[in-house]
C-alpha cells in the first residue's frame, strides 16, 4: 500500500537558534546523529517506504545541504530543492512545495525530526482512505509544543503550545503529515499567528471542521524533536542502539587496542596501541587517536579528528576536523568543526553542586531536565591547557576560553 506515495517534501529552511552555536554555521538538518547527518537518516527513513521524488524547502545555509546530497548517489532519490524566499512559517514552506507535489498525494515531514521507517508506513497505510493524517507522540511536557484534539482517532483541533496545565491531552504533533492537494486550499486561508507566522497547525485546524484526518499514534521513544543540543545527545545513543550491530573496521588499527562492538572505524583514520574503543562508536575518515585513549560509548567522532594521547571521550559528538591534545576528559558534550583543546581541558557533565543542568538559550535560562550534560562548542573555539569548562556552558565560536 505504502508504494501508492511516491512524494514526499521535507523542511528544512529554518535556522535552528535553540541550537547555537552549532547552527551558526550549518544548517541543524545537517549536525551528525551516530555517524550520519540528520537529513540523512530522514531520507533513508522515506526511501524505505517506496518515496522516489523529495522536495527539500531549503533557505539557511542550502549551499552546505546541497553539496552534501550531491554525493549521496546511494540514496537513490530524484532530490529537488526549493527555496523559501520569506521565513514566515511552516504553512509558507509547505505552499512553496505545490508545484513539485504536482496533484499527488504526498508526504510531509519536519527537517529537524527524526523518526523510524515503520512510522511512515503506518502513517500512510492509515491514511490513504482518507484525506490527510499526521502523527502524534506522548510527551510529559505537552505544553511546549501543539497539542492534539482528538476524536474517535480523528483530528478536531490543534492548540499550539497552551497554558501549562490546560493541555487537552498529552498527544503532541510530531511533525509527520500525510496529504492531498486539498491541504492547499486551506494554507492560502492562513494567516500570520500572534507570532507573526503563517502556521501549519492553522491550516490542519480549518481542514479538520470539513475533512477527515486521521491521527496516527506513535511511540515517544523513537521520535526525536531535534531543537536543543541534549536532544541531539539523546538521538545519538538512540540510532547508535538501534542501528548499530556489527563492525566495520577500515582504518589503521594497531595491536592492542581493544574493540568493544558494535565500532565503526572508516578508511585512513589511525588507532594507536593500548586505546579502548567502548561501542557502539562512530569514527569517521582521516581520523588520529592516540596511545591509551578511551573512546565511548555513545560517540560520534567526525571526519579529520586528531586525538591526543590518554583522553577519555564518552557520550558526545566531535565535529570535522577539531584537535583534542593529551590527558583531555570530555563527557555528553558537542563540540563544533575546527576546535582547539589543548592538553588536559576537562568537560566534565555532572553538577558538582547537584542538581539537573540549566542551559542559556536565546538570553534565557533553559533547564535541560538532565542530571549530565557537558559543554556545547561552536566552530573554530579553543581551549587553553588545563581549563576545566563548567557543565552546560555554551561557547560561541572562534572564542579563546582560559
Not at 549536525?31 to 547527518?37: D, Q, R, S, T
Not at 507522540?137 to 482528538?150: A, F, I
Request: aromatic share 8%.
Amino acid at each position: 500500500m505504502h508504494s501508492l506515495v511516491k512524494k514526499a517534501v521535507v523542511l528544512a529552511a529554518g535556522k535552528g537558534t535553540r541550537l547555537n552555536p552549532i547552527t551558526l554555521t550549518r544548517p541543524k538538518h545537517m549536525l551528525p546523529v551516530a555517524g550520519k547527518p540528520v537529513i540523512e537518516w530522514i531520507l533513508s527513513s522515506l526511501k524505505s517506504v517506496g518515496i522516489e521524488e523529495v522536495g527539500i524547502v531549503v533557505h539557511f545555509h542550502e549551499e552546505i545541504l546541497r553539496e552534501f546530497l550531491s554525493s549521496k548517489t546511494e540514496l537513490e532519490l530524484k532530490i529537488e530543492y526549493i527555496h523559501q524566499r520569506e521565513l514566515t512559517g511552516t504553512a509558507t514552506a509547505v505552499e512553496t512545495a505545490e508545484e513539485f507535489t504536482e496533484g499527488e498525494p504526498f508526504i510531509v515531514v519536519n527537517g529537524d525530526v527524526l523518526f523510524p521507517p515503520h512510522v511512515l508506513r503506518k502513517l500512510i497505510e492509515e491514511c490513504i482512505d482518507v484525506d490527510a493524517g499526521l502523527v502524534g507522540v506522548r510527551v510529559e511536557e505537552p505544553w511546549k509544543y501543539g497539542v492534539l484534539q482528538v476524536e474517535n482517532g480523528f483530528l478536531k483541533g490543534i492548540v499550539e503550545k497552551p497554558e501549562r496545565g490546560k493541555e487537552p491531552s498529552n498527544l503532541i504533533n510530531a511533525g509527520i503529515y500525510f496529504f492531498r492537494e486539498n491541504i492547499f486550499k486551506y494554507i492560502k486561508h492562513v494567516r500570520p499567528s500572534p507570532r507573526g507566522e503563517r502556521e501549519l497547525t492553522d491550516a490542519l485546524t480549518m481542514m479538520a471542521n470539513k475533512c477527515s484526518i486521521r491521527v496516527v499514534e506513535g511511540n515517544p521513544e523513537w521520535w526525536f524533536d531535534v531543537g536543543v543540543a541534549w536532544i541531539l545527545l539523546d538521538a545519538n545513543m538512540f540510532y547508535f542502539k538501534e542501528m548499530y550491530r556489527s563492525n566495520i573496521l577500515e582504518g589503521d588499527i594497531d595491536k592492542g587496542v581493544y574493540i568493544h562492538s558494535p565500532v565503526h572505524i572508516h578508511e585512513g583514520s589511525i588507532i594507536r596501541g593500548g586505546t579502548i574503543i567502548k561501542g557502539p562508536v562512530y569514527i569517521g575518515s582521516n581520523v588520529s587517536i592516540g596511545r591509551r585513549c578511551v573512546i565511548g560509548p555513545y560517540t560520534t567522532i567526525c571526519d579529520g579528528v586528531t586525538i591526543g594521547s590518554m583522553t577519555y571521550i564518552s557520550r558526545s559528538i566531535i565535529m570535522e576536523d577539531t584537535e583534542i591534545l593529551n590527558h583531555c576528559s570530555i563527557f555528553e558534550s558537542i563540540l563544533g568543526s575546527h576546535c582547539s583543546l589543548e592538553s588536559g581541558v576537562k568537560l566534565p557533565a555532572l553538577n558538582i553542586y547537584g542538581g539537573t543542568i540549566k542551559v542559556l538559550i536565546k538570553d534565557k535560562i533553559v533547564d535541560s531536565g538532565r542530571m549530565y550534560l557537558g559543554a556545547i562548542l561552536g566552530d573554530e573555539v579553543k581551549v587553553c591547557a588545563n581549563t576545566a569548562v563548567p557543565p552546560g556552558t555554551i561557547i560561541q565560536p572562534r572564542t579563546i576560553v582560559r
